[in-house]
């Protein structure tokens, strides 16, 4: 099994900054890709930003400019670096990897708790 552990949510005024990191733990033997997802009451859950093993990444237009998602493999974590806050991005933000482990044949998508993110004056 994998675990996703999430830290960095908070409370934070418009124009602030947070950053969100995400451990990925258990029996790993590949990290396909790690992201991110928010989502807002009576909302969809909707993309954020993705890194694949490669470095290649997507960010949603909603906060490109203004998010970056980096990784550190050894460590088997994503970071999300929300720069420029706006009330619009206050969500519970998930964690989500896609991981190969050492017991199953394919890969599987497993998901965070979730991190509230609070962006108002």
């Known amino acids: 099994q994998v675990q996703l552990v999430e830290s960095g949510g908070g409370l934070v005024q418009p124009g602030g900054s947070l950053r969100l990191s995400c451990a990925a733990s258990?029996?790993?033997?590949?990290?396909?890709?790690m992201g991110w997802y928010r989502q807002a009451p009576g909302k969809q859950r909707d993309l954020v930003a993705i890194?694949?093993?490669?470095?290649?990444?997507n960010i949603a237009d909603s906060v490109k400019g203004r998010f970056t998602i980096s990784r550190d493999n050894a460590k088997n974590t994503v970071y999300l670096q929300m720069n420029s806050l706006k009330p619009d991005d206050t969500a519970v933000y998930y964690c989500?990897?896609?991981?190969?482990?050492?017991?199953?044949?394919?890969?599987?998508?497993?998901w965070g708790q979730g991190t509230q993110v609070t962006v108002s004056s």
């Open positions: 890194i694949t093993s490669d470095g290649s990444t």
């Open positions: 989500n990897a896609d991981v190969k482990t050492f017991t199953l044949r394919f890969s599987y998508t497993y």
């Open positions: 258990g029996s790993i033997f590949r990290i396909n890709s």
